[in-house]
């Protein structure tokens, strides 16, 4: 059982940025991904990251805009977000499975942390 604690999110303008941080319970080998809910829609792929950092992936509409790293000596992930929009806002979730864009393929989820963009 792997247990995810989400930091890091709030209120920001837009073309400002955030820092999340997502820490596991223990070490893990698998993927780490995350992924967003706005208000009335469904879960999303943003990025994920394989267990040593070599596979990125991330979703169009975050790219180059987003980026996901990992630091497995404090068992954390971390998504920098920058250049952000109103349509950013969400809440953010952490998980832990495949290295997939699918939420199906994860396993083990955080609480999710809120991501406010004003414009």
């Known amino acids: 059982q792997v247990q995810l604690v989400e930091s890091g999110g709030g209120l920001v303008q837009t073309g400002g940025s955030l820092r999340l941080s997502c820490a596991a319970s223990t070490r893990t080998f698998n993927a780490m991904g995350w992924f967003r809910q706005a208000p009335g829609k469904e879960r999303e792929f943003v990025a994920t990251?394989?267990?040593?950092?070599?596979?990125?992936y991330y979703a169009d509409s975050v790219k180059d805009r987003f980026t996901i790293s990992r630091d497995n000596a404090k068992n954390t992930v971390y998504l920098q977000m920058n250049s952000l929009k109103p349509e950013d806002t969400a809440v953010y979730y952490c998980?832990?499975?495949?290295?997939?864009?699918?939420?199906?393929?994860?396993?083990?989820w955080g609480q999710g942390t809120q991501v406010t963009v004003s414009s």
């Open positions: 998980a832990v499975g495949g290295l997939s864009t699918t939420s199906y393929d994860y396993h083990y």
């Open positions: 990251i394989n267990w040593n950092g070599g596979s990125k």
